[in-house]
């Protein structure tokens, strides 16, 4: 019982901060929605002008990395569509489950056959439908559903821009995550050295083989950057998010050689090679200045130093009596080291320029 507990009090509070995170897409579509019902009901006249507040929610999304922009553009040609091949059916043919079923397979064909993407195809689908069973046949309302789309789609985007954010705040969240995955690599390669443990190095190389973390990371700066577009409040942002968007591309090296570096943590356990100790210590404090990374990125210099001694901890003395593949795990750390200074701003030959000088190739 005191377990369940435990873990009771553990998913409210995963479902709380989740919905801190989601607070604010969720205000932006509430407000914008109920602005859109009012300027279509009260501005244009329409009596149940039910797209508008959809094409707000769709627009706005409560998800990262969509293209806001192309989004309403896409609402609009699909409601256009499905509502441009339901009217001229329906007045022909009449309403029924035949005529239902005839109408969204044209609607949803047509948007394919116009290039259109997932969401103009579900659109004209769904439009159609609309005018098959809500509306009588003849109706001619269909140009006022496509200017309630528009509108939705437009103060959608309002919102995005007017409405309060942190675009900062979304990439920092996301490539804190990044870092996560790195430092929990490191310890654990660290660890599964001290005690001799090539299935524990196996465990965390199975983990670390996901570019889930990276690529959530790139559409949060996708969705930054296009908030930075959208809105004039936020253009004082544009620099420290310029550090987030630098630093994608070496999180990434740094984590495709984290991999390489527990492949051959594990090869060098399971063959029995010697390790020096100076190569666990110096994963360790690798790790410790990836989480002071993960502290400070968008203002990451304080970290260069903690990197640069972890490189130290690593010399040609140490390795003198290792086997190949704890050789490689050194040239390893040291490739991390210098993905990491990239990061934190620097060349690669300026992060080069930090390491020691071994006395064998450094990968």
Known sequence: MRVSRARLRAAGRRRVRALRRMGLPVLQCAIAAALAWLVATQLLG?????????????????????QRLRRVVELVVGVSVGIG????????????????????????AAAVLLGGGPLIVLQAGSSAVLVVTLLPPG?????????????????????????????????????????????????????AIERRDPELAAEALRRARTQQPIDDFRDALRTAREILALSPLHRRHRHLLRSYVDAAEPLDHALRNCRVLLRRTRSALMDDEQVPPSLPAGLRRLAAATELLAEHLGSPAVTREALREAAWLVDSDSLAHSGFSAQVVAAQLRSVVVDLLQATGLRHDEARAVLPTLNHPDG
Do not use: Y
């Open 46 to 66: 329409h009596r149940q002008p039910f797209f508008a507040p959809i094409a707000v929610i769709i627009c706005i999304g409560v998800g990262l990395g969509q």
């Open 85 to 108: 091949v339901g009217d001229l059916l329906v007045s022909t043919i009449g309403t029924g489950p035949w005529q239902l079923a005839l109408v969204v397979a044209l609607a949803m």
């Open 139 to 191: 109706d001619s309302a269909g140009l006022d559903r496509m200017l309630d789309a528009l509108v939705g789609g437009l103060l959608g985007l309002a919102a995005i821009a007017v409405l309060p954010g942190n675009p900062p705040g979304i990439a920092r969240k996301h490539g804190v995550q990044m870092i996560g995955v790195l430092t929990t690599a490191l310890t654990s390669a660290a660890e």
